[in-house]
């Protein structure tokens, strides 16, 4: 069940809250996959003639960042009985969709920012025109990426990843949750719903695209793929409301971005709407939701169960 903010504030009764007495090392976990994404990151792409156009591209996809994304595709294609190498080449390329949508998201005519993951932000370093064009670069790159990097998975499951991440980037996604959130800008008044659509396609969608095209990958079937993408559904909009939260009390510095910019530019945000009291409760609430989607998977689950943990106790 993916929680509707009107309706919401309320745990699934329908669903058993799932308990699992666990001693899984997150750390240690999430620092092992990271160095494993940065590595094929690295060796995705080469800098070749015209250098500067592969160079901004690396710039900002080996600029750090969480990888919280390649890493749900990692572990959901584990969990559905796949492996790493065959998920890695799908992984890079959520991480190249995603880099690309915050290149795209800081320049000037969307929100305008200096940083990004404690680093200047793509125009800042090679001006507008070559940072639109480095967004580009990756957006093409990463399916061409999935379609020829990817082995030992079926061509029908490759296809449908394709297919899966072109639906998550588009209208019918990042792209439209972006439109919606730029018409919102400096209105005094969004509704719950206007909200939930933004955050749902603008940050949602991607992550449940992760977790998604990983099961698709080890060829998981339609009632599994079914449970993840709830799974999926409720962390992606508990992590854009920590997102907000973390807008309003983190620092820049812990940010490695601009802190305070949902309220100068005016933006919609639940905080905004319900409170920081509320808004905590509702991530809290999502994330059990999300967890109790887990509960037929038993043991394998954990390395998502303790993901979905980790997005309401981020500080970044
Ligand atoms: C995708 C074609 C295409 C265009 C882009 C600009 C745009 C359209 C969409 C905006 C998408 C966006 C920037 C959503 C915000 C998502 C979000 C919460 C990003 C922060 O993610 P983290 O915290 O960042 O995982 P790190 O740096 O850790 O990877």
């Given at each position: 069940m993916v929680l509707m903010p009107k309706t919401g504030h309320q745990i699934n009764p329908m669903l058993p809250q799932f308990q699992i007495d666990t001693t899984f090392d997150l750390s240690t976990y999430l620092a092992e996959r990271k160095a494993l994404v940065e590595k094929a990151l690295d060796s995705s792409i080469s800098v070749v003639y015209p250098e500067k156009i592969y160079e901004a591209m690396r710039y900002s996809l080996l600029a750090?960042?969480?990888r919280l994304?390649?890493?749900?595709?990692?572990?959901?294609?584990?969990?559905?009985?796949?492996?790493?190498?065959?998920a890695m080449p799908t992984?890079?390329?959520?991480?190249m969709i995603h880099t690309m949508s915050l290149i795209h998201d800081?320049?000037?005519?969307?929100?305008?920012?200096?940083?990004?993951r404690g680093k200047l932000t793509n125009h800042k370093v090679y001006g507008e025109d070559i940072a639109i064009l480095a967004g580009d670069g990756l957006l093409s790159y990463a399916f061409e990426f999935v379609a020829t990097q990817t082995k030992d998975v079926l061509p029908q499951q490759v296809l449908q990843v394709i297919a899966r991440l072109g639906k998550a980037v588009g209208a019918a996604g990042l792209v439209g949750g972006q439109v919606v959130?730029?018409?919102?800008?400096?209105?005094?008044?969004?509704?719950?719903k206007t909200l939930h659509f933004i955050h749902t396609h603008k940050t949602g969608a991607l992550l449940e695209a992760c977790v998604v095209c990983g099961a698709l990958l080890a060829s998981a079937s339609q009632t599994n793929v079914q449970k993840l993408?709830?799974?999926?559904?409720?962390?992606?909009?508990?992590?854009?409301?920590?997102?907000d939260i973390l807008d309003i009390t983190a620092t820049t510095e812990e940010l490695g971005k601009?802190?305070?910019?949902?309220?100068?530019?005016?933006?919609?945000?639940?905080?905004?709407?319900?409170?920081?009291?509320?808004?905590?409760c509702q991530?809290?609430?999502?994330?059990?939701?999300?967890?109790?989607e887990l509960e037929i998977f038993g043991e394998k689950a954990l390395p998502l169960i303790a993901l979905a943990d980790f997005i309401i106790s981020r500080s970044n």
């Amino acid at each position: 069940m993916v929680l509707m903010p009107k309706t919401g504030h309320q745990i699934n009764p329908m669903l058993p809250q799932f308990q699992i007495d666990t001693t899984f090392d997150l750390s240690t976990y999430l620092a092992e996959r990271k160095a494993l994404v940065e590595k094929a990151l690295d060796s995705s792409i080469s800098v070749v003639y015209p250098e500067k156009i592969y160079e901004a591209m690396r710039y900002s996809l080996l600029a750090g960042g969480k990888r919280l994304r390649p890493i749900l595709c990692l572990a959901t294609c584990e969990l559905a009985g796949g492996n790493i190498e065959m998920a890695m080449p799908t992984a890079c390329a959520l991480e190249m969709i995603h880099t690309m949508s915050l290149i795209h998201d800081d320049l000037p005519a969307m929100d305008n920012d200096d940083y990004r993951r404690g680093k200047l932000t793509n125009h800042k370093v090679y001006g507008e025109d070559i940072a639109i064009l480095a967004g580009d670069g990756l957006l093409s790159y990463a399916f061409e990426f999935v379609a020829t990097q990817t082995k030992d998975v079926l061509p029908q499951q490759v296809l449908q990843v394709i297919a899966r991440l072109g639906k998550a980037v588009g209208a019918a996604g990042l792209v439209g949750g972006q439109v919606v959130d730029l018409a919102s800008e400096g209105l005094s008044q969004v509704s719950e719903k206007t909200l939930h659509f933004i955050h749902t396609h603008k940050t949602g969608a991607l992550l449940e695209a992760c977790v998604v095209c990983g099961a698709l990958l080890a060829s998981a079937s339609q009632t599994n793929v079914q449970k993840l993408s709830r799974y999926a559904q409720n962390i992606g909009l508990a992590f854009q409301i920590v997102d907000d939260i973390l807008d309003i009390t983190a620092t820049t510095e812990e940010l490695g971005k601009t802190a305070g910019k949902d309220l100068d530019a005016q933006k919609a945000t639940y905080p905004a709407i319900w409170g920081l009291e509320k808004s905590r409760c509702q991530a809290q609430i999502l994330v059990q939701n999300a967890k109790a989607e887990l509960e037929i998977f038993g043991e394998k689950a954990l390395p998502l169960i303790a993901l979905a943990d980790f997005i309401i106790s981020r500080s970044n």
